[in-house]
Nanobody
Framework: VQLQASGGGLVQAGGSLRLSCAAS????????IAWFRQAPGKEREFVSA???????YYADSVKGRFTISGDNAKNTVFLLMNSLRPEDTAVYYC???????????????????WGQGTLVTVSS
């Protein structure tokens, strides 16, 4: 199983980025795919998840600004990030798991597979 995260970069506050998580060795429509982020000196935190290819969930800090979606034909999950803020600066990771339960979707320890991370920097 491999997860390849991409799409990070430097953007001004108020701008947008779209992150991609391309999967191989698993089918994203059958998995729970999540995005987490980790800022310098902080713990990894939940951003968003697509539970078993269907229902979506967001951290309160990104709700209304970020959108998670999937392209089953490309076996890829996206995170569209709008109205970016300096506090969104972090390394963003995608994660996948086939057996996670709904109550654990926000817990990083629940995911078996992780991508390498992509850096998002938002300047003020």
């Amino acid at each position: 199983v491999q997860l390849q995260a991409s799409g990070g970069g430097l953007v001004q506050a108020g701008g947008s980025l779209r992150l991609s998580c391309a999967a191989s060795g698993l089918t994203v429509s059958r998995q729970t795919i999540a995005w987490f982020r980790q800022a310098p000196g902080k713990e990894r935190e939940f951003v968003s998840a697509r539970f078993r290819g269907s229902n979506t969930y967001y951290a309160d800090s990104v709700k209304g600004r970020f959108t998670i979606s999937g392209d089953n034909a490309k076996n890829t999950v996206f995170l569209l990030m709008n109205s970016l803020r300096p506090e969104d600066t972090a390394v963003y990771y995608c994660a996948a798991d086939s057996s996670i339960i709904l109550s654990s979707v926000r817990a990083a320890r629940s995911y078996d597979h992780w991508g390498q991370g992509t850096l998002v920097t938002v300047s003020s």
